[in-house]
């Protein structure tokens, strides 16, 4: 599997096209719809999966679904494994940031795409509307359970991996 980051945006949200056989699937298209159109005009389009509400992240939704109509993963459905064609991922329940966010985890490729949940070195921001400090805590606990070879995929910024948040990032102690 393929991952292109595109940055969309006045706030620099990441948005992510996952490539695998010619089939994509679009994570959090935030904004900038003709550059995400750009990346997937010559792929099939199989499904978008949005890691939280916030406008910042789903600010190109609708034309999205207007150009392709795709089913949409996001909070509605329930923590299990998903299988879309070529892609085999799990939605992980990770509120903190806000009620519905979550994370959703490639296994096979050891990579997480975790929204606002975990930046590099810091958490998203709790003090929104539905966000909670008790909530990103339980979600921190559940995600230091994971393998720690992953590669985290925030919603800002650049990647991590779990192993360095668990060892360099002060909310995971």
Known sequence: ??????VTGSL???????????????????????????????????AVLITHHHFDHVGALDELL???NVKIYDYNLEEKEYEINNFNFNIIKTSGHTSDSITFYFKEEKVMFTGDFIF??????????TGDMKEME???DKIKKYDKNI???PGHGDNTTLEDE????CFFT
Do not use: A
Request: proline share 3%; charged share 30%; with cysteine.
């Open 151 to 153: 590669t985290l995929y």
């Open 66 to 68: 207007e150009y392709k």
């Open 12 to 46: 620099e949200e990441n948005c992510y096209v996952l490539v695998n056989n010619g089939d994509c699937l679009v994570i959090d298209p935030g904004d900038d719809f003709y550059k995400i159109k750009e990346e997937i005009k010559d792929l099939n389009l199989l």
């Open 138 to 140: 339980n979600s921190i």
């Open 120 to 129: 590099k070195g810091t958490i998203g921001r709790t003090d929104l509307p």
């Open 166 to 169: 668990i060892n360099n990032n």
């Open 1 to 6: 599997m393929k991952i292109k980051k595109i």
